[in-house]
C-alpha cells in the first residue's frame, strides 16, 4: 500500500522560496508518477505540477510555470516542488499524489488520474 507524507510547507514573504518533499513509502516508487496540487481555503483543489514516472516529462499550470519545478529522486523515494518567486496568491494547503506508470513523456494532470494521495502541508505567502 502507497503512503505518501508531504513536508517543508512554512511561511514565507513575497519573492521567497520553499522547497516542498513528498516522501513515498510502498514498494517501486520508480514507476509512479508525482503530481502536486493545491486547494485554497474555498476553491476547488487546482492542478500545479507533474513528473512522469521516468522523470523525463513534467507539465505546470501557467499560474506556476517558470517559477515552480517538480522533479523525483528514486534512490530517496521523495518528490520535490521547488518554489521560487512566490506570491501571495500562492498561498493554500499543497498536496502531493502518486498514479503507477502512465505516459513516458507526459504526467498526469487531473485529480481523478492519481490514486494515492497525501494529507497536504500548509505554505502562506505573506506580502
Known amino acids: 500500500q502507497v503512503q505518501l507524507v508531504e513536508s517543508g510547507g512554512g511561511l514565507v514573504q513575497t519573492g521567497g522560496s520553499l522547497r516542498l518533499s513528498c516522501g513515498f513509502s510502498g514498494p517501486s516508487f520508480n514507476i509512479y508518477a508525482v503530481g502536486w496540487f493545491r486547494q485554497a481555503p474555498g476553491r476547488d483543489r487546482e492542478f500545479v505540477g507533474a513528473?512522469?514516472?521516468?522523470?523525463?516529462?513534467?507539465d505546470y499550470a501557467d499560474s506556476v510555470k517558470d517559477r515552480f519545478t517538480v522533479s523525483k529522486e528514486n534512490s530517496k523515494n521523495t518528490a520535490y516542488l521547488q518554489m521560487n518567486a512566490l506570491k501571495p496568491e500562492d498561498t493554500a494547503v499543497y498536496y502531493c499524489a502518486a498514479q503507477k506508470g502512465g505516459s513516458y513523456y507526459s504526467p498526469p494532470t487531473r485529480t481523478y488520474e492519481f490514486l494515492s494521495w497525501g494529507q497536504g502541508t500548509q505554505v502562506t505567502v505573506s506580502s
Open positions: 513528473v512522469t514516472w521516468s522523470g523525463h516529462g513534467t
